[in-house]
């Protein structure tokens, strides 16, 4: 089993609906992050978690909110979707307690278009 | 601020040949650097990091990236090409010792034909 998940991995909605990207995790890490990818412009960063009581905006997060349910879940929540936020959007995690510090393991990706 | 720089954003080589996709970054502090791979339809892999000591690194499925301070570098590489290397490939940026926020490169396409 994949050691983190994203539901849904398709999803084609309307602007201005109310959109909720999940994620899940195995790993056992504190850390997770939300990314967006969009073709020549690389992933950035939406928002991260570094533990249940801590969340931080990233450098694209207007528009966007998110929800750490738990060690394990991390939410992005789309209030109002917009035909701009048509994107791939990426789970990660980190363990900074690792040997291998700083190393993000990543969710396969939510594809998701707005209409 | 750090920044990435790839440069191409599409590369194309034979099988067998020399790969070389190119980054450059800026940092004011000294950097964790990074290599991952996207595979079509696929999330992120990570291929090889940089963090301290050896400025040579070598990777999964035969890759390899220097660290070059002068440079400001961290050149991805490997010696001959296979079609299986085909995919999306990343260069990322961290504070070393801070709070392991990457930021990412545009990103290179290899394509690899016969």
């Known amino acids: 089993d994949a050691d983190v998940t994203q539901t849904p991995r398709n999803r084609i909605t309307k602007t201005g609906k109310r959109i909720m990207l999940e994620c899940s995790q195995t790993k056992g890490h504190d850390r997770m992050y939300w990314y967006r990818q969009d073709p020549g412009l690389g992933l950035r960063l939406i928002y991260y978690s570094f533990d249940v009581k801590d969340i931080n905006k990233g450098e694209i997060s207007d528009g966007y909110s998110v929800s750490r349910q738990a060690q394990a879940k991390f939410s992005l929540s789309l209030e109002s979707a917009i035909p701009n936020q048509t994107a791939l959007y990426f789970c990660?995690?980190?363990?900074?307690?690792?040997?291998?510090?700083?190393?993000?393991?990543f969710g396969p990706g939510t594809r998701l278009t707005v209409l | 601020a750090q920044s990435v720089t790839q440069l191409g954003s599409h590369v194309s080589v034979s099988e067998g040949a020399l790969v070389l996709l190119r980054c450059n970054y800026s940092?004011?502090?000294?950097?964790?650097l990074f290599w991952y791979v996207q595979y079509p339809n696929q999330g992120l892999q990570l291929l090889l990091k940089y963090t301290t000591g050896a400025t040579l690194v070598k990777g999964i499925n035969g890759f390899e990236a220097e660290f070059k301070k002068s440079e400001t570098s961290f050149h991805l590489t490997k010696p001959s090409a296979h079609m299986s290397d085909a995919a999306e490939y990343f260069c990322a940026v961290s504070e070393a010792g801070g709070y392991n926020k990457l930021i990412f490169g545009a990103g290179t396409r290899l394509a690899v034909h016969p």
């Open positions: 990660a995690t980190s363990d900074p307690t690792e040997i291998s510090t700083d190393t993000q393991y």
């Open positions: 940092s004011s502090v000294p950097p964790y």
